[in-house]
């Protein structure tokens, strides 16, 4: 299964007493392939860096770099999809490329590409992904 994990999920799944936990822990152990790119690497590092314990977004891109599970993506064609914060148009982006089952984001931004028939993007939040997560 590919998954792209909007910045706001993967720093709520890093945390360790996080209910969201399980949805890192599952990429840990091979259950889905997350789906990344440049843009997005810079993103979690910008986000874990101002959030989260030192040396965390350290630790985390070296998991990517060494996991079998990690799919690089290029995009091809932007859709711009999402006016009210353009910058969240990579996540969208990323999905559609990589053909993704779910992009995973707790941003409200996203409810209009929810409502996009085409491109057909399944965006769900973190506490929908949790449930799928641990029945993997």
């Known amino acids: 299964m590919r998954v792209v994990l909007d910045s706001n999920v993967l720093l709520v799944a890093l945390g360790a007493n996080s209910r969201f936990k399980s949805i890192w822990e599952s990429f840990i152990d091979g259950k889905y392939q997350l789906v990344i790119a440049d843009e997005i690497i810079y993103e979690y590092q910008e986000i874990l860096t101002q959030h989260s314990a030192v040396g965390i977004a350290e630790k985390v891109t070296e998991v990517f770099i060494e996991s079998p599970d990690i799919i690089f993506q290029n995009v091809y064609y932007k859709w711009?999809?999402?006016?009210?914060?353009?910058?969240?148009?990579?996540?969208?982006?990323?999905?559609?490329?990589?053909?993704?089952?779910?992009?995973?984001?707790?941003?409200?931004?996203?409810?209009?590409?929810?409502?996009?028939?085409?491109p057909s993007v399944k965006i769900i939040s973190a506490e929908e992904f949790l449930r799928i997560a641990e029945h993997l």
Do not use: G
């Open 80 to 118: 711009n999809l999402i006016t009210t914060d353009p910058d969240d148009n990579k996540f969208f982006d990323i999905a559609v490329a990589a053909n993704a089952d779910y992009l995973v984001t707790n941003d409200a931004h996203f409810n209009t590409a929810k409502k996009s028939s085409f």
